[in-house]
């Protein structure tokens, strides 16, 4: 053992050190790092002084629900639609006229292009319904009526006017909670050309007035210019005094079914989800009902049974209503699909 001892002397400098690395003492420099990384990650520095191990936090992004109820609405009835963006309710503490926020919607005085076809709109979807009133910022507008959105069977109304087609973003901060929700609507209704878009281009567009056709009227017509294509006459009179109804929309078959009597030359069927447009043939009477027909190949015409076009036009999935217009341009019957 003893001609071992100065080998085991020189050895033990370097397992003195080796036993002080183990035991936690580090480097000068190591040691400087160490207070760098809990300069700059002041929670790694808090967990390391109180024993704690820090577990890494994942990151989750949640997309807000589209169709999600807000809590805390006040839940009224639908007593009257005063125009497309407008109406009074009763039975809650914001009883009275509401204006929907962030939507506008054509006027129908003084007669603005698409004035009528909102206010039926809101009046199938909400009259005589309870929809819940959520508030933004402001509580009132100039007019002493209540600013609301409304929410009926988990749905904004207010975004669903204005996706549809029947109104437009009016923006008036501070009132802006859902302005990119609505904003992406009415592009929706744009690129798939729904609604006032196509027709109107826009809200606040003056209407074209209706020209008045009088049965006394003595002038006669001057010939047109030689080499001139006669016009194909309009029809006067006779379509306006027609009446009917839709009396039934199944998306299903692709059926729309019209009630009625008399000539149904010039009137028309709007398909409301994508604004498309059947107009009854020439000098068609109608004697009862008669069904228009999509999504079938063609057939003949017959007093029951009219072909519109071999396309399927009516969305099962989304709210499609029917609308009939006469030929004067004058919505005469609205039928809501119930969705």
């Known amino acids: ?31 400087a790092a160490g207070l760098e990384a809990r300069a700059r990650f002041p929670q790694i520095a808090a967990d390391s002084a109180s024993g704690a191990t820090a577990t ?17 609405l006040a839940f009224c009835t639908v007593t009257n639609v005063v125009d497309g963006d407008t109406i009074d309710v009763s039975g809650c503490g914001d009883r009275g ?13 003084p007669g603005e292009c698409f004035g009528k076809e909102p206010s039926a709109y809101t009046k199938a979807k909400l009259l005589n319904h309870q929809g819940g009133l959520e508030n933004d ?17 988990g749905e904004l109304f207010n975004e669903r006017l204005v996706r549809d087609g029947y109104a437009a973003l009016a923006v008036y901060p501070p009132d802006v909670k859902y302005q990119a929700r609505i904003a992406a609507s009415e592009q929706e209704a744009k690129t798939n050309s729904r609604g006032l878009w196509p027709v109107c281009g826009g809200v606040g567009v003056p209407g074209t007035p209706t020209p008045v056709l009088s049965a006394t009227a003595t002038s006669t017509p001057s010939p047109p210019p030689a080499g001139t294509a006669t016009p194909t006459p309009t029809v006067t009179g006779s379509c306006t005094a027609a009446s009917a109804t839709i009396t039934g929309l199944d998306k299903v078959l692709e059926v729309v079914t019209v009630s009625g009597a008399r000539n149904m030359t010039g009137w028309y069927l709007i398909s409301t989800r994508g604004s498309q447009r059947y107009d009854f043939p020439d000098n068609f009477t109608l004697s009862g009902s008669v069904q228009t027909r999509s999504g ?21 999935s989304e709210d499609d209503d029917a609308v009939l217009y006469d030929c004067s341009g004058q919505q005469r019957s609205y039928f809501d699909d119930g969705d």
């Open 1 to 31: 053992m003893g001609k071992f001892a100065p080998s085991l002397l020189l050895l033990l400098p370097g397992i003195i050190l080796l036993a002080a690395t183990a035991a936690g003492d580090s480097p000068p420099r190591s040691h």
């Open 56 to 72: 890494p936090a994942a990151t989750v992004t949640l997309a807000p629900s589209a169709s999600a109820t807000p809590a805390g």
């Open 97 to 109: 006229r509401i204006r929907f926020i962030l939507v506008d919607t054509p006027e129908i005085s």
């Open 137 to 153: 910022v402001s509580n009132k507008d100039r007019f002493g009526r209540n600013l609301r959105y409304i929410w009926l069977d």
């Open 296 to 316: 079938t190949p063609a057939f003949p015409n017959s007093s029951n049974q009219l072909w519109w076009t071999s396309t399927n036009m009516w969305d099962n």
